[in-house]
T-cell receptor, first 114, second 109 residues
Framework: DAGVTQSPTHLIKTRGQQVTLRCSPK?????VSWYQQALGQGPQFIFQ???????QRGNFPDRFSGHQFPNYSSELNVNALLLGDSALYLC?????????????FGSGTRLTVV | RKEVEQDPGPFNVPEGATVAFNCTYS??????FFWYRQDCRKEPKLLMS???SGNEDGRFTAQLNRASQYISLLIRDSKLSDSATYLC??????????FGAGTRLFVKA
């Protein structure tokens, strides 16, 4: 049973560029949430996708956008990258929200903006 | 005020010690509560859900106090392998789940 798969694992981008991160949820899960984790901080909620719609968003600018596909996989796009966007980006999958079993996380994409 | 607050620690304890972490949350409508464990440079992993009546899983005990809006995690007989960051997680209702900044635990021989 495949867990949550994220790609790429590491990425280096230049300020002003755009990046796309990808996530395949755990088998049987239909909800994908994206988090940003800066060094030494807890994960910060970016947004959640369910049924191909963004249904909740955290305090992130419009430069952060996403998409969910019919197979439940998801993409996170960040435009006009800033140095402060350097972080670990985590994808969490669940079944119809968080439920009683919490989230299953992927191992993350470590983004470095230079 | 942060939505979920934790003492960042670090907590430095010897093997075999009992250690407790607390976490407070600001939204009284919060519905679901969890403790996650995160090892250095790894993804968070679910340690346990927290139920209103309190619950135990081996050496780990979680408690929820809705009136005071805090949850706790107690670790008994600490092992070296318990060294990690412990994240308090609260579902605030709707579809938003908030993580605390984490409490770092170091267990020493």
């Amino acid at each position: 049973d495949a867990g949550v798969t994220q790609s790429p694992t590491h990425l280096i981008k230049t300020r002003g560029q755009q990046v796309t991160l990808r996530c395949s949820p755990k088998s049987g899960h239909d909800t994908v949430s994206w988090y940003q984790q800066a060094l030494g901080q807890g994960p910060q909620f970016i947004f959640q996708y369910y049924e191909e719609e963004e249904r909740q968003r955290g305090n992130f600018p419009d430069r952060f956008s996403g998409h969910q596909f019919p197979n439940y996989s998801s993409e996170l796009n960040v435009n006009a990258l800033l140095l402060g966007d350097s972080a670990l980006y985590l994808c969490a999958s669940s079944s119809s929200g968080i439920g009683p079993y919490g989230y299953t996380f992927g191992s993350g994409t470590r983004l470095t903006v230079v | 005020r942060k939505e979920v607050e934790q003492d960042p620690g670090p907590f430095n304890v010897p093997e075999g010690a009992t250690v407790a972490f607390n976490c407070t949350y600001s939204n009284s409508a919060s519905q679901s509560f969890f403790w996650y464990r995160q090892d250095c440079r790894k993804e968070p992993k679910l340690l346990m859900s927290v139920y209103s009546s309190g619950n135990e899983d081996g050496r780990f005990t979680a408690q929820l106090n809705r009136a005071s809006q805090y949850i706790s995690l107690l670790i008994r007989d600490s092992k070296l392998s318990d060294s990690a960051t412990y994240l308090c997680v609260v579902n605030t209702g709707g579809f938003k789940t908030i993580f605390g900044a984490g409490t770092r635990l170091f267990v020493k021989a």
